[in-house]
């Protein structure tokens, strides 16, 4: 018990009819969907970083929360109540797990011996928590983008001293995250692009980032994890352009350094959405390539152009994301994390409860309405119908590799036919989609 949240009682679940802001509506643990509880589909995880190491400030303006343990230096006493806050706050949510950056849980290092006592000290502290809990580590990852030394990227950055630094703090998560019963480990490149072409060299960028994931994949398999490893795509922010822009360019990475079957995918709702895709295709285009990991929930504002971090509240959106993710097969080390944070107006300690309690029963909707869109799966059907073609005759023989080029063309001369058009069904579809979101 840190003190902190003494006002706030263990969240439990009241069903759809309480008008309790402080109780679960819609997420039920237990409650089994598609022969598998709730619980166990969405591998729920509270973040860090977002809910216990910002104070509310913004680039015009300072903090505005009341966070005590952000008072003062972080040191070794103040991570400590951090901690405690923490694991306070995942208890009384009932919090399947948690994910958080070295940087988040440590005492401020400079040298890089002081970084690997400090985050030794604080590993030893989380583990003496998570027994007492029982919440999980979904996944760690190492900050690579906040300390000076990267302003010009960790694995990208032009100087080798501050690449082998981010390999200390890289290798040390890894083996923390190992350690502490983790799922997954998330390389996040927010730093690892460029903002002027004009002082960058692109092509030795790309090959120190391609050299640093295998010696990454390679530490992995030495310390025997058994985890997955996720790169996080963004297009940008902090950085002009961000390399690992997005999954279609992230997987062309993977297949250029051999590292597709080795590294996959934390998927973002809000980095998806500045690349300029939608979050249902960034999942399926993960599907297609099978480098489907995980994913940071949470949403952008239309108006906003930013990475804007809030917790999500569409439940079309959700409810179409969680139908992709489960006819991908669903989450197998990965989760959803949420990598949200209330608004800075948001200042009472029970508001970081109001977000996640939120964006939990969201998701739980949002799967209960996926689970009942593939129970009588209507796309499905009509996607089958639509590629029919190709299961048979010209589209099986060309899919099989049986014809040229030539075959093909001299099949259409053959035919002279003009092809019917074929409906899309777009608007029908949308209407299906639609009445399936209760
Ligand atoms: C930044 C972001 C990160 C990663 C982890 O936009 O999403 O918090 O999730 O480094
Ligand atoms: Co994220």
């Known amino acids: 018990m840190s003190g902190y949240f003494d006002h706030i009682e263990k969240i439990q679940y009241e069903g759809p009819n309480s008008a309790n802001p402080l109780a679960f509506k819609y997420y039920d643990p237990k409650k089994i969907v598609m022969g598998k509880p709730i619980e166990e589909h969405l591998r729920v995880a509270a973040c860090y970083w977002h809910s216990f190491c910002w104070d509310g400030h913004d680039i015009f303006g300072a903090g505005t929360f009341d966070r005590p343990w952000l008072s003062g230096p972080m040191d070794q006493a103040a991570a400590t109540q951090k901690l405690d806050v923490a694991f306070d706050f995942f208890d009384r949510l009932g919090q399947p797990f948690f994910c958080f950056h070295d940087t988040d849980v440590m005492a401020a290092a400079e040298t890089p011996r002081e970084h690997v006592e400090n985050f030794a000290a604080i590993v030893d502290q989380i583990e003496a928590k998570m027994d007492a809990s029982s919440t999980q580590l979904l996944w760690g990852t190492a900050n690579l983008f906040s300390h000076p030394r990267y302003m010009a990227g960790g694995a990208t950055n032009p100087n080798p001293d501050v690449t082998a630094f981010g390999a200390l703090q890289v290798k040390h998560c890894l083996e923390a995250t190992h350690r502490l019963g983790g799922s997954g480990y998330v390389l996040w490149g927010g730093r690892e692009g460029y903002d002027t072409?004009?002082?960058?060299?692109?092509?030795?960028?790309?090959?120190?980032?391609?050299?640093?994931?295998?010696?990454?994949?390679?530490?992995?398999?030495?310390?025997?994890?058994?985890?997955?490893?996720?790169?996080?795509?963004?297009?940008?922010?902090?950085?002009k352009h961000q390399y690992d822009r997005d999954v279609g360019t992230v997987y062309g990475f993977l297949k250029q350094?051999?590292?597709?079957?080795?590294?996959?995918?934390?998927i973002e709702p809000n980095h998806a959405t500045l690349a300029g895709n939608s979050f249902e295709h960034e999942i399926e285009m993960a599907n297609a390539f099978d480098i489907f990991g995980s994913i940071d929930f949470n949403r952008g504002d239309p108006q906003n152009g930013w990475d804007t971090d809030q917790f999500p509240h569409d439940l079309r959106e959700i409810t179409l994301a969680l139908y992709y993710i489960l006819k991908g097969g669903g989450f197998k080390n990965g989760g959803s994390n949420f990598d949200a944070k209330i608004r800075r107006q948001s200042s009472d300690a029970d508001d970081l409860f109001h977000g996640h309690i939120g964006g939990m029963d969201l998701l739980a909707r949002g799967l209960m309405n996926a689970a009942e869109m593939i129970e009588a799966d209507a796309l499905e059907d009509f996607k089958k119908s639509r590629y029919a073609g190709w299961e048979?005759?010209?589209g099986e023989q060309m899919l099989s590799g049986k014809l040229s080029l030539s075959e093909m063309s001299d099949a259409a001369l053959k035919g002279n036919v003009s092809p019917a058009v074929m409906s899309g069904k777009q608007e029908m579809l949308e209407n299906y989609l639609t009445n399936a979101v209760k």
């Open 257 to 266: 350094y051999g590292l597709e079957k080795e590294i996959g995918v934390n």
């Open 392 to 394: 048979s005759g010209l």
């Open 197 to 239: 072409i004009l002082n960058t060299n692109v092509g030795q960028e790309m090959e120190q980032l391609g050299r640093f994931m295998t010696m990454v994949v390679e530490h992995k398999h030495k310390i025997g994890f058994k985890g997955d490893i996720w790169i996080e795509p963004k297009p940008h922010e902090p950085t």
